[in-house]
């Protein structure tokens, strides 16, 4: 049995090379691209990889199902352009796949880190990127998990060596752009929703204590604790867009003309 990686890619050059490395003893490597402005076409062909476009957008998931699809294996690795895989997980997967296997699908965990360090708080952040390709869809919506016929196993968090190695480490002025481009995105899934006041209160309170009491991010000093304030921010910001989008606009007028 052979596998595809499927790596989506938007001016990826920073780390690719190192990703490309990791994943070079699978069957095939798919590479969609966004019409990235910087080296990164020119890397992946380096690595013989199979090249294919997409239009741009902000996130990266309108490109998905066009990107699963391009590849030629019946059983797909979805890796993003700034994580690792081990080659633990890879003999996992090769494994899985040899033997006897019903399942459909893999959750695997992803170590995440920031600041230098990896956080506790954030894991085992499972991600569902190992599937058969057929059947699968991928809503376009930020966040959004791949549906899939037939069950789906999940790898132990305890396995840490099967974890993906989420490279990037941003500075904090580009996760805070991130994340406003994020939950503008957030805004098409949650259409219709309502957040009362009382969700707005625990939500990212909840957020918070999850990842730095529950999860053990306090023990990540204050990489931790930062991690956990954005994350209840990402929760803030999202409902509060949604508020904000409820607001009709005539009111707004009215009140700026008093």
């Known amino acids: 049995m052979k596998i595809s990686v499927v790596i989506n890619t938007y001016n990826a050059e920073q780390f690719l090379r190192r990703v490309l490395e990791s994943v ?6 798919v590479v969609c691209d966004m019409h990235s402005t910087d080296s990164t076409v020119e ?9 294919v476009y997409f239009e741009k957008h902000n996130v990266v998931e ?26 633990a997980l890879r003999d996992y997967l090769y494994k899985c796949i040899e033997e006897p296997f019903s399942a459909s699908g893999i959750f695997i965990p992803r170590k995440n880190y920031r600041m230098g360090r990896f956080m506790h708080g954030a894991y ?12 699968v869809y991928w809503s376009p919506e930020i966040h959004s998990v791949p ?9 132990p968090a305890k396995r840490k060596d099967l974890a993906f190695i989420h490279l990037v480490n941003n500075p904090l002025e580009l996760e805070i752009r991130k994340t406003n481009i ?28 999850k990842s730095f009491i529950f999860k053990g991010g306090f023990r990540d000093g204050k990489a931790g604790l930062v991690n956990a304030k954005l994350n209840a921010f990402y929760k803030f910001l999202t409902i509060a867009k949604v508020w904000e989008q409820e607001v009709d606009p005539d009111k707004i007028d009215k009140e700026l003309k008093k």
Not at 124 to 135: I, K, M, Q, S, T
Not at 190 to 197: A, D, I, L, P, T
Request: net charge neutral; glycine share 4%.
């Open 147 to 155: 549906r899939i016929e037939g069950e789906i196993i999940t790898i």
């Open 43 to 51: 890397i992946a062909e380096e690595y013989n990889c199979k090249v």
């Open 124 to 135: 085992p952040d499972y991600v569902l990127r190992f599937f058969r390709r057929a059947g």
């Open 62 to 87: 309108p490109a998905r199902n066009f990107a699963i699809q391009s590849a030629s294996y019946e059983w797909v690795l979805v890796v993003d352009a700034d994580e690792l895989v081990t080659p």
């Open 24 to 29: 070079k003893g699978f069957d095939e490597i």
């Open 182 to 209: 994020y939950t503008d995105d957030e805004l098409k899934k949650r259409k219709g929703q309502k957040f009362s006041y009382c969700k707005m209160i625990y939500a990212p309170a909840f957020r918070f204590l």
